[in-house]
């Protein structure tokens, strides 16, 4: 693992530590990029994809698992067709003493696809899919409700899925980025009804052509 982590970095890329150390560059992001797309890919189609040899890609595969970046692979379903056609986010006011005994009852509702603490107005944020609305009617008033440590719930019915991707990757970002454009090509470049930001330094200088 150290001799990969030490000679693991090509491509020009920043790498970025993880786990027990592994140093993430290029190539392994283009690997976790690939298996986005399959993760059944064959090792020889893989290497192929990325450029790189069979043997490297299976090292570095190995590597990226035995580190922990990649955690496990699943199948995705289309929960629709298994008769979860009903999506719901629930969001939950919990009593602030009573973290453990939310936690431990939210365990065992198998309905309950993701939970997340948030900040702002709710303590936390539960996903669930069911066959029908009455089920959510019946989770919210009878089961959560039932919960002490529950204060208050809120609960939103996804009407559809517009975006959901397996991971993103700090690459992503870079690849869809628009080119910079200064200020001056800016100018008078803005559609009506649509924002326009101006930087600090540039309202300074307009305020002092101002006076």
């Not at 969001?91 to 603490?117: D, G, H, N, S």
């Not at 002490?148 to 019915?157: C, G, L, N, Q």
Request: proline fraction near 3%; aromatic fraction near 4%; charge should be neutral.
């Amino acid at each position: 693992m150290s001799e990969i982590s030490r000679n693991g970095v090509g491509g020009g890329g920043q790498p970025g530590r993880i786990g027990i150390g592994l140093e993430l560059d290029d190539i392994h992001m283009k690997i976790l990029e690939v298996l986005r797309e399959n993760g059944r890919i064959s090792v020889a189609a893989l290497a192929e994809r990325v450029g790189i040899s069979r043997a490297s890609a299976y090292t570095r595969f190995e590597a990226l698992r035995a580190d922990g970046a990649i955690k496990r692979f699943t199948a995705e379903i289309d929960h629709v067709r298994a008769g979860l056609g009903i999506t719901a986010l629930i969001f939950v006011t919990v009593r602030q003493q009573m973290w453990k005994q939310f936690r431990a009852e939210l365990a065992r509702m198998p309905e309950v696809e993701y939970c997340a603490i948030t900040t702002g107005q709710h303590d936390a944020m539960i996903q669930v899919r069911v066959s029908d609305v009455a089920a959510v009617h019946t989770m919210v008033t009878e089961r959560l409700a039932n919960i002490p440590a529950v204060k208050a719930t809120e609960t939103v019915f996804i009407l559809d899925e517009v975006l959901r991707r397996p991971y993103v990757l700090p690459s992503d970002g870079q690849q869809s980025r628009p080119a910079r454009r200064t200020a001056q090509e800016t100018q008078g470049d803005v559609p009506l009804g649509k924002m326009r930001f101006v930087g600090a330094a540039e309202g300074r200088a307009a305020l002092q052509k101002e006076d």
